[in-house]
């Protein structure tokens, strides 16, 4: 069977068309449908739905990056129903008078405009939490509530976290009238041990960390995406390549997305519906930044430390060298180690870190000859050394 055709625009589907789904499945958004939850995000999931039904004002969610914290804080509000105003902030280095402003434009009291060039735009903080102080005493009478996910609040100042404490203290005959939900990386458990945080740290009522996924749930969680995507049948990974899968994205939603989205569109390239272990490696390289080149030399790679020594330095040495510098090849054979250790830890980073380092930053070959890239055998030896740091908790 011929290969599909390469889409003739960026906007044509790389490969949904032809798994017959309806949209991409391993997309890097937060649309609350696509929620999975697995063992951890459903115990997170139930302990802030407690809190915030219980009017609890200060809640805290932890998690590696691209552990799925956003979506879940939006399957959340969403299941909060129709009578929650709810803002979530993605800016964590805007000030106390800019954090109040997007408050009140998410909760729909003033438009982007009016922000931008109106009344609003010159208004101070005390205007600013007379007009937001309003709108809360109000949803009191209506039972409705209003919900603050400020996300990425590792970030925020001491200053505005400071703030964000005096939002919390805002009631209405014993009730408060905002909860405030705090998501962030594991480090902002830090700072919130930290002497200027007392006051705010002692008002958190409910402490919910996010933990990867299980590698059975790394497959639940892949099938649950085709599903919603609009097909479950169509695309298979074999299980193998499933390991392969789990292994390299530590069990991150986001890297999960990354590895099998490229996978898919390796897939498709060669008209393949079942997902193999090769086109899995395949896609590594590719994120990787690693791209085939034609080989034009007759050396004999003869082992994968080799081969990454050889990809990395720039090709092979002569004998005498390695003789008159032995601590030199040693000190080589570990540079290509580590090499690999870092391919490993950077192959499905964060969507922004997944290339290598700029080509120029590369030690390259002779003109004329290509850089080699890692064989199978390499990669293989790699994959070795990733099950062994993820067991002993490394990495």
């Not at 009238?177 to 958190?204: F, H, S, V």
Request: glycine share 8%; aromatic share 6%.
């Amino acid at each position: 069977m011929q290969p599909p055709d390469l889409p003739k625009s960026p906007t044509d589907p790389l490969y949904e068309t032809f798994y017959g789904l309806k949209e991409q499945p391993f997309a890097i958004s937060t649309d609350p449908k696509f929620l999975f939850l697995s063992a951890p995000h459903r115990r997170a999931y139930d302990e802030l739905m407690a809190g915030l039904t219980r009017d609890e004002s200060l809640l805290l969610l932890t998690g590696e990056t691209g552990s799925g914290k956003t979506t879940l804080c939006r399957g959340i509000i969403g299941a909060l129903g129709e009578r929650t105003f709810s803002s979530v902030l993605h800016q964590p280095y805007m000030t106390g008078p800019e954090m109040l402003r997007l408050i009140l434009r998410d909760f729909g009291l003033v438009s982007k405009e009016d922000l931008r060039r109106g009344t609003m735009s010159g208004a101070d903080v005390p205007h600013l939490m007379e007009v937001l102080e309003g709108f809360l005493r109000s949803l009191a009478a209506l039972q409705s509530r209003a919900v603050v996910v400020i996300d990425e609040a590792q970030s925020l100042s001491p200053t505005l976290l400071d703030e964000v404490r005096m939002l919390t203290a805002i009631e209405k005959d014993g009730r408060r009238l905002i909860q405030i939900l705090l998501c962030g990386q594991p480090m902002l458990l830090n700072t919130l041990k930290t002497e200027p945080m007392y006051a705010l740290n002692e008002r958190i009522t409910r402490r919910v960390a996010l933990t990867p996924l299980s590698p059975a749930e790394v497959e639940s969680y892949i099938y649950h995406r085709l599903a919603i995507a609009g097909s479950s049948d169509a695309v298979s990974f074999q299980p193998d390549a499933m390991k392969l899968v789990a292994e390299l994205s530590r069990g991150l939603p986001r890297r999960i997305n990354v590895l099998c989205d490229r996978t898919l569109q390796e897939g498709r390239a060669v008209s393949a519906t079942v997902m193999s272990t090769d086109l899995i490696k395949r896609a590594a390289k590719s994120l990787a930044g690693a791209h085939p080149a034609p080989a034009e030399t007759s050396d004999v790679i003869e082992s994968p430390v080799e081969a990454a020594a050889l990809s990395i330095g720039g090709g092979r040495q002569p004998s005498r060298l390695w003789g008159v510098a032995g601590a030199a090849g040693a000190g080589l054979l570990l540079l290509a180690g580590l090499g690999y250790w870092y391919f490993a830890g950077q192959i499905l980073d964060d969507a922004a870190n997944f290339a290598m380092p700029p080509r120029a930053n590369v030690p390259t070959m002779a003109p004329g000859r290509p850089m080699p890239v890692p064989t199978d055998a390499a990669l293989e030896a790699y994959f070795r050394e990733m099950a062994r740091v993820i067991g002993g908790g490394g990495g």
